[in-house]
């Protein structure tokens, strides 16, 4: 949408790259804690960290970063759970600098503050409409990342318990079904949570989808270059953006560029040109 793109070009350059590294460490600091005393990171997380509404609504506003202090997949015991939160944290590294490689930082940067801001509001509707205080962790979070990357990549594999390979679309569908059995049969806290996570999700594709690509006018001009594509002489060019797949099609402020670091043709939009990894051939 429009808005966003201007707010795009505004603010890019305030975009922390590399974002998700950040957060894993985060992770990787709680889950540290954990291992050394179980009982001090309860206490510490519970008392201090975690998301509080009453305590935020108080000026404790650091909790609405510091409860990221969660790491993934806690399991019943904790040999369990230190084995699969180290898993977790590679795992979720990866699966966010693949999103930020496609979108670009800023926009993984918005789509990641916004799950934030949507678990701190779930917190407050707990406490302010159902007077209850609910401890919310990065749940629901990490798994908007991965049903953000399923959208992506569906087809990407990932090995279920280290052995029988599953499409990420499958395990999205599954993770979906989970859900919905949450909020049919969960707690008050499971449904708020739940509603506000695929909000943002819902929301981040809304307004950062280019809808005139769908305009009768836009589809017919589609349709008139793709006839004339087929009558163009070999050797004729049209832009795409090596990363993103996008072409001056999709929306006229696209700008496209050659990186000059790269060995090859390869072509960007202004939105991966600077964030992209350079392709370089394998040395004979």
């Given amino acids: 949408m429009k808005f966003f793109y201007a707010f795009e070009r505004k603010y890019n350059r305030y975009a922390i790259p590399n974002l998700m590294y950040y957060i894993v460490i985060l992770y990787a600091v709680g889950l540290a804690v954990y291992v050394v005393n179980p009982m ?7 008392n201090y960290l975690c998301l509080d ?3 935020i609504l108080h ?6 970063l510091t409860f990221l202090i969660y790491p993934p997949s806690f399991g019943m015991f904790r040999f369990t759970s230190i084995f699969l939160g180290i898993i977790a944290l590679f795992m979720y590294h990866s699966l966010g600098q693949t999103l930020e490689n496609v979108w670009g930082s800023f926009r993984f940067n918005v789509f990641f503050f916004m799950g934030m801001l949507a678990q701190g509001l779930a917190c407050l509707i707990g406490y302010v409409v159902f007077g209850q205080e609910w401890m919310l962790t990065t749940g629901f979070l990490n798994s908007s990342i991965f049903l953000a990357f399923a959208m992506y990549f ?4 990932f090995l279920l318990f280290f052995v029988l390979p599953v499409k990420a679309k499958w395990l999205a569908v599954a993770e979906c079904a989970v859900y919905l059995y949450s909020f049919v ?9 739940l509603i506000v996570s695929l ?6 594709f809304f307004i950062t989808r280019n809808y005139k690509r769908y305009a009768p006018k836009e589809i017919k001009r589609k349709n008139h270059f793709k006839k004339e594509v087929k009558i163009m002489p070999k050797g004729g060019t049209r832009h795409r953006c090596a990363v993103c797949g996008r072409t001056e099609l999709d929306g006229d402020e696209l700008e496209f560029r050659y990186c000059s670091k790269c060995e090859g043709n390869y072509e960007y939009c202004q939105e991966h040109l600077y964030t992209h990894k350079h392709v370089k051939k394998d040395e004979d």
């Avoid at 049969?185 to 949570?193: H, L, P, S």
């Avoid at 909000?199 to 981040?204: G, T």
């Fill in 59 to 64: 000026g404790q506003i650091w909790r609405l």
């Fill in 40 to 46: 001090m990171y309860w206490s510490i997380y519970g």
């Fill in 199 to 204: 909000a943002n999700i819902l929301v981040f």
């Fill in 53 to 55: 509404a009453r305590a």
């Fill in 154 to 157: 569906p087809d990407v594999q």
């Fill in 185 to 193: 049969f969960g707690t008050n806290a499971d449904r708020c949570e």
